[in-house]
Nanobody, 129 residues
Framework: EVQLVESGGGLVQAGGSLRLSCIAS????????VGWFRQAPGKEREGVSCLSGDDDSTYYADSVKGRFTISSDNTKNTVYLQMNSLKPEDTAVYFC??????????????????????WGQGTQVTVSS
C-alpha cells in the first residue's frame, strides 16, 4: 500500500520558520509529481506548492511565493516544504500529495486536488501573532 507521511508541523510565532517533510513508502518520488496543500478551519483545501517529477520545475501559490520553498532528497525519498516568514494566515493542516508521472504536466494542474492519486494524513501548522 502506498503511503505518504507528513511531519514537521508545530506551533511557531509569526516571522518564524518550519520545515515540513513528506516521506513516501512503497514508491519512489522520482516517478511522481508531489504537491503540498493546506486546509484552514472552515476553508477549502488549497494548493500551496508542487514539485514536478518531470524536470524539477516548482510551482507556488501567490500567497507563499518568496516565503516557501519545495525541494526533494531522492536518497531519502522525501519532499520538503521550507516555510519562512510565517504569518498567522498560514495556520492550517498541511498535506502532501502525489501523482504518478503519466504524461500529465503539473503546469496547469498542480493546484487541483483531484489531479493527485495519493494523500498523506496531514500535519498541523499553527502560527501565533
Amino acid at each position: 500500500e502506498v503511503q505518504l507521511v507528513e511531519s514537521g508541523g508545530g506551533l511557531v510565532q509569526a516571522g518564524g520558520s518550519l520545515r515540513l517533510s513528506c516521506i513516501a513508502s512503497r514508491f519512489s518520488f522520482r516517478d511522481y509529481h508531489v504537491g503540498w496543500f493546506r486546509q484552514a478551519p472552515g476553508k477549502e483545501r488549497e494548493g500551496v506548492s508542487c514539485l514536478s517529477g518531470d524536470d524539477d520545475s516548482t510551482y507556488y501559490a501567490d500567497s507563499v511565493k518568496g516565503r516557501f520553498t519545495i525541494s526533494s532528497d531522492n536518497t531519502k525519498n522525501t519532499v520538503y516544504l521550507q516555510m519562512n516568514s510565517l504569518k498567522p494566515e498560514d495556520t492550517a493542516v498541511y498535506f502532501c500529495a502525489a501523482r504518478k508521472r503519466l504524461g500529465s504536466s503539473p503546469r496547469f494542474n498542480w493546484s487541483g486536488q483531484r489531479w493527485y492519486d495519493y494523500w498523506g494524513q496531514g500535519t498541523q501548522v499553527t502560527v501565533s501573532s
